[in-house]
């Protein structure tokens, strides 16, 4: 039961475009969503995150919007570069009782932006 | 400025050898956690410690034991490996939360292991 979806395994935009990487969920407790991006043979990094009491969250070039009525999130990047092109991966948690602080992850998308 | 290291970086197993895979991280979380990562299936949790002495099952960890004896570490161990446990192994570690921010995870270059 894949409680976190990022349905498109891939994304390819040119430069100065825009990338827009969508995420679902269906636990209706996650109240934190995050984006990390994933280089190969490197480790995950943080790259965004949003509390449910938004519905957006702007960080440079990057925003993520949240749409709790659809459990829905996306990731927007612009301009996009080509340094941008990595895998994105969606995640979320929920405090709930007995914070862990685990994160639940989505499939991954690979974003490739061509110059 | 080391963050969190996990040792080895590569390794190659036969079927039903052990191996322990070691994560070290310096920035005095308290929560720590193991992931794989296999094609098509993202990030799966295996593992989690939530303080020193403390351990907890993920989403799949099912041939896989864990130890978290000191604070700064957390070993993940693989008793009879089986062709299915090839993956990329992460670690990674975290604060506790506070109020609605959430916990930002922080996580280790990776380990790869394949079991032939």
């Known amino acids: 039961d894949q409680q976190v979806k990022q349905n498109s395994p891939s994304l390819s935009v040119q430069e100065g475009r825009i990338s827009i990487l969508n995420c679902d969920y269906t636990?209706?407790?996650?109240?934190?969503f995050l984006w990390y991006k994933k280089y190969p043979a490197e480790g995950p990094t943080f790259l965004i995150s949003i509390s449910s009491i938004k519905d957006k969250n702007e960080d440079g070039r990057f925003t993520v919007f949240l749409n709790k009525s659809a459990k829905h999130l996306s990731l927007h990047i612009v301009p996009s570069q080509p340094g941008d092109s990595a895998v994105y991966f969606c995640a979320a948690s929920s405090h709930g009782s007995g914070n862990t602080g685990k994160l639940i992850f989505g499939q991954g998308t690979t974003l490739q932006v061509k110059p | 400025n080391a963050g969190v290291t996990q040792t080895p970086k590569f390794r190659v197993l036969k079927t039903g050898q052990s191996m322990t895979l070691l994560c070290a991280q310096d920035?005095?979380?308290?929560?720590m956690y193991w992931y794989r990562q296999d094609p098509g299936m993202g990030l799966r949790l295996i593992h989690y410690?939530?303080?020193?002495?403390?351990?907890a099952k993920g989403e799949v960890p099912d041939g896989y034991n864990v130890s978290r004896l000191k604070k700064q570490n957390f070993l993940l161990g693989l008793e009879s490996a089986a062709p299915s446990q090839t993956s990329v192994y992460f670690c990674?570690?975290?604060?506790?939360?506070?109020?609605?921010?959430?916990?930002?995870?922080?996580f280790g270059e990776g380990s790869w292991l394949t079991v032939v």
């Open positions: 990674a570690s975290s604060y506790p939360g506070q109020g609605l921010s959430g916990n930002t995870i922080y």
């Open positions: 920035m005095n979380h308290e929560y």
């Open positions: 410690s939530v303080g020193e002495g403390t351990t």
């Open positions: 636990n209706s407790m996650f109240d934190y």
